[in-house]
């Protein structure tokens, strides 16, 4: 259904505001899903590795090609998933006890999670010698 170009879509759209809370929220919800995605993926390189030398080598030939990269970027990923997803549970946690939940507190929380888990990730895979 088309609108008049005077009349808006939503009224919250000229009210409202991007925030780090929200992109934190909006983040959280999509890494909860990446964190499904991504425990396929391990299953499925601890099945080829469980299954012997001959299987498992199928995985190396596809990790030593082109797609070897996105392979690598998919657990950079699904590292980066699970960290972010574990240090905005545990301001949940905070929010369920009832702290934290100022508004400019929480924005600047909401950015010390992002970048942590960023941080983190990058120590991950740095310190443990993967890249």
Same mark, same amino acid.
């Given at each position: 259904?088309?609108t008049? $170009?005077? &009349?808006?879509l939503?009224p919250h759209? &000229?009210i409202?505001?991007?925030h780090?809370t929200?992109?934190?929220s909006i983040?959280?919800?999509? =890494?909860?899903?990446?964190? *499904?995605?991504g425990a396929v993926l391990?299953s499925?390189?601890?099945v080829l590795?469980?299954?012997? $030398?001959?299987? *498992?080598a199928?995985w190396?030939d596809?990790? /030593? !090609? $082109? #797609?070897?990269? @996105?392979?690598?970027?998919? +657990?950079?990923?699904?590292? +980066?998933?699970?960290?972010?997803?574990? #240090?905005?549970?545990l301001r949940?946690?905070?929010?369920d /006890?009832? @702290?934290?939940?100022?508004?400019?507190?929480?924005?600047?929380r909401?950015?010390?999670i992002i970048a !942590?888990?960023?941080?983190? =990730? /990058?120590?991950?895979?740095?310190?443990?010698?993967?890249?």
């Open positions: 259904m088309a008049r $170009p005077d &009349q808006p939503s759209v &000229q409202w505001r991007w780090a929200m992109a934190s983040l959280h919800r999509a =890494t909860g899903v990446a964190n *499904y995605i391990v499925l390189w601890l590795l469980a299954a012997g $030398p001959e299987t *498992y199928i190396e596809l990790n /030593a !090609g $082109p #797609l070897g990269v @996105l392979i690598t970027l998919a +657990f950079i990923g699904f590292t +980066f998933s699970v960290v972010f997803h574990l #240090l905005n549970g949940h946690l905070a929010w /006890a009832g @702290l934290g939940f100022d508004a400019k507190g929480s924005n600047l909401s950015i010390l !942590g888990a960023v941080i983190i =990730t /990058a120590a991950i895979w740095i310190v443990g010698g993967l890249v």
